[in-house]
């Protein structure tokens, strides 16, 4: 029952009801269960004729007089879920309610209430009932309010953050919005600690667990409705509501089994929070989920505009002062401004591998895992611009990469804005990276938190050009460097021309017939050789040696093999290539040939 309606307790504190002395005399457990009505009786078989929730007043002169008939009595109208029985005494009973009366309205937890003083039960009445009308009247304008404020927020664009702000103000109480993953995506704490409110919120999310779309927690007092559209849930709003607490024990007067009755739990009425609250949470959720929709839906159709000018720049398909003018009608000004290309991708292009998706995050792996992960990369990236300040062209560039022309008013921007990117863009995606002090440490962790060799996302940026007319080569630069990057083990916030060293070279002439043909002249007898032993792959032998500096215990390790065995393999390879692996300078030009033919691999011959 909804606590839009009095209590018991506050029914006792009217003052018509306190003209009548009232004394309780039992059922001090059950004071906080509402009123719904007061209803007046003086028949014994009233109980079938009530609904529950009703406060009943007697003078008892209808009553039975024997005790089997008064514990019947008590036990019909708990039966019913009565809210409690008032008793004016001077009629029937003079001095008090009898005993048996008391110790089975107390065995059962129903509130007993002795009036000892005459009171007009109209004026009671009167009271109760105008308490619950202004409780629905104050509670239809709070709803009328809420529905009013979403209302106007829907109609602003308003973002989460505002959404849930509005929610906390509106309750009075800690509002949190999360994702499928349990991530906090925005809270208010309603001035409570937000250290406390979020401390192990993953784990203590995973506690909560309502029964329904909406609904009550009351074990962990947090009000709970999903949020979604079209099918499509990606989030829940919760709200914190501890409720009343714990009901009092209540003082026994009488023991129960004095009158030869067995005790009986007294258990509480269950506490939900307030119609008004359910309602506020689920037209927040509605107005999160309309604005994630209408964002989508005008961020698409942006981002397809913006693919469009990025494509017309890299295949000419538009003039360059025809790409200017549209995108400036977009308020992204590219004339008179300094341009970087910068390319976001996964290090892994399968969906399924590293870098992709967790299954929980609604992303589940098969045909339109791709497409989707992709898409969820281009709002990533669009984000992190809108937080870092930037201005600039973004969009999906091929299946796998997302690219941006960056316009900055200056040259001297140019490194301090790609900063502010990748630091946005990590707190968009935890996976992008962060680090910017060299190599990764061998256990592939970063920040403290694991991460497996190739996986997560890199930026790379291109150099920065001073027209429209050169910004190709800078988009171009940055793909260029963020393909040949994919293997590097460093995790660098941007990695630049600098950084890929020779493997950016090779990626540049991987489509050159010479460099393919060194590679098949110093692998392909190897290559060759794992075709017909696909259960060796000396291939993957030879880079653990070469890429541990031919440090033979080193390469066993991370081939996993034991030292024998890894040894038994080197003399393989020496067979099969017929190459000295001590020799420095045959060793060189072996990981010249791995790291091309990972760069040919990676990308097939093309025509020029």
Not at 435 to 445: E, K, L
Not at 527 to 538: G, I, K, N
Not at 546 to 573: D, T, W
Request: with cysteine; net charge neutral.
């Amino acid at each position: 029952m909804s606590p839009v309606f009095p209590t018991v307790r506050e029914v006792l504190a009217l003052d018509p009801v306190r003209h009548g002395a009232p004394r309780l005399v039992a059922g001090e457990a059950g004071l906080d269960r509402p009123v719904r009505w007061v209803h007046v009786t003086e028949v014994p078989d009233i109980a079938p004729l009530l609904g529950g929730g009703e406060l009943v007043l007697t003078t008892g002169i209808g009553l039975p007089a024997d005790d089997a008939g008064l514990r019947a009595f008590i036990g019909d109208l708990a039966d019913v879920g009565v809210s409690g029985l008032v008793v004016e005494l001077g009629r029937r009973y003079v001095s008090g309610v009898p005993r048996v009366m008391a110790a089975a309205a107390e065995r059962r937890g129903l509130p007993l209430v002795e009036l000892r003083r005459a009171t007009p039960f109209v004026r009671i009445t009167e009271a109760v009932h105008a308490l619950i009308v202004d409780a629905q009247l104050t509670e239809l304008r709070a709803t009328e309010e809420i529905h009013q404020r979403f209302t106007e927020l829907s109609v602003e664009g308003a973002g989460p953050g505002e959404v849930v702000r509005q929610a906390a103000d509106l309750s009075g109480c800690p509002v949190v919005l999360e994702n499928l993953s349990r991530q906090v995506l925005a809270y208010d704490p309603a001035g409570e600690s937000a250290e406390l409110l979020l401390d192990c919120w993953e784990q203590h999310s995973r506690r909560i667990r309502p029964a329904g779309r909406t609904a009550y927690d009351g074990d962990n007092g947090w009000l709970v409705t999903t949020v979604g559209a079209r099918g499509q849930d990606w989030g829940r709003l919760l709200l914190r509501w501890p409720g009343g607490g714990d009901l009092a024990a209540g003082r026994r007067v009488f023991d129960p089994a004095e009158e030869g009755g067995a005790p009986v739990g007294v258990a509480a009425p269950p506490v939900v929070p307030p119609t008004r609250l359910t309602i506020l949470v689920e037209r927040a959720a509605s107005t999160l989920a309309l604005g994630r929709l209408i964002r989508r839906d005008a961020e698409g159709l942006e981002r397809q505009i913006h693919r469009t000018l990025l494509t017309a720049l890299l295949d000419h398909s538009l003039p360059v002062d025809e790409v200017a003018l549209r995108a400036r009608a977009l308020g992204v000004l590219l004339e008179r401004r300094h341009l970087v290309g910068v390319v976001v991708r996964h290090r892994a292009d399968d969906p399924a591998g590293e870098g992709g998706p967790a299954p929980d995050q609604g992303q589940p792996g098969g045909p339109e895992a791709g497409p989707a992960r992709l898409r969820d990369l281009a709002e990533a990236v669009g984000q992190a611009l809108h937080e870092a300040k930037l201005t600039g062209l973004s969009s999906a560039v091929d299946d796998h990469a997302v690219g941006v022309l960056l316009a900055l008013p200056e040259p001297a921007a140019e490194e301090r804005s790609l900063a502010a990117f990748a630091a946005a863009l990590h707190r968009t995606r935890p996976d992008a990276p962060v680090r910017g002090d060299g190599p990764a440490r061998s256990n592939g962790r970063t920040n403290g938190v694991a991460r497996p060799a190739g996986g997560g996302l890199l930026v790379a940026a291109g150099s920065g050009v001073p027209s429209l007319r050169e910004a190709r080569r800078s988009l171009v630069e940055a793909r260029q460097i963020a393909d040949a990057a994919r293997r590097d083990r460093r995790d660098l916030p941007v990695f630049r021309l600098p950084h890929v060293g020779l493997a950016g070279l090779l990626h540049l002439l991987r489509d050159e017939p010479r460099l393919q043909t060194f590679v098949e002249r110093e692998l392909g007898a190897l290559l060759t050789h794992d075709a017909q032993h696909p259960r060796e792959q000396l291939l993957g032998t030879l880079r653990a040696y070469l890429e541990q500096g031919r440090n033979k215990s080193a390469a066993a390790g991370a081939a996993h093999l034991s030292r024998p065995a890894f040894y038994e393999r080197l003399a393989r390879i020496r067979r099969v290539l017929d190459v000295d692996l001590d020799s420095v300078e045959a060793c060189l030009s072996l990981h010249v040939a791995l790291l091309a033919l990972d760069a040919i691999r990676t990308h097939p011959a093309s025509p020029r």
